[in-house]
Nanobody, 112 residues
Framework: QVQFVESGGGLVQPGSSLRLSCTAT????????IHWYRQAPGKNREWVAL????????AYADSVKGRFTASRDVAKRILYLQMNSLQFEDTAVYYC?????WGQGIQVTVSA
């Protein structure tokens, strides 16, 4: 049974950057498409990005396209989410995972 652990969140100012990491406990990144989601206070969970199992396809929500980049290191079992030009609206708990397997989430707060 795979587990995911997110890290790298924090409190930043608008326009700043953060890189989130999502570490899987098993070698799963090259077997499944892994997703990033986020959930802001009082809102539904929102899909953010994905990296396909072969790494050849990455997709992004319109709200983050051009600012966020998803990547991975299969050998280290880590999925990354590079977040640039962060905006107040990016404040949320960010999760990574696949199917019913999700991490505990990591808080990202963008505040002046």
């Amino acid at each position: 049974q795979v587990q995911f652990v997110e890290s790298g969140g924090g409190l930043v100012q608008p326009g700043s950057s953060l890189r989130l990491s999502c570490t899987a406990t098993t070698n799963i990144l090259d077997r499944y498409t892994i997703h990033w989601y986020r959930q802001a206070p009082g809102k539904n969970r929102e899909w953010v990005a994905l990296v396909s199992s072969d790494g050849g396809h990455r997709a992004y929500a319109d709200s983050v396209k051009g600012r966020f980049t998803a990547s991975r290191d299969v050998a280290k079992r880590i999925l990354y989410l590079q977040m640039n030009s962060l905006q107040f609206e990016d404040t949320a708990v960010y999760y990574c995972g696949v199917n019913s397997y999700w991490g505990q989430g990591i808080q990202v707060t963008v505040s002046a």
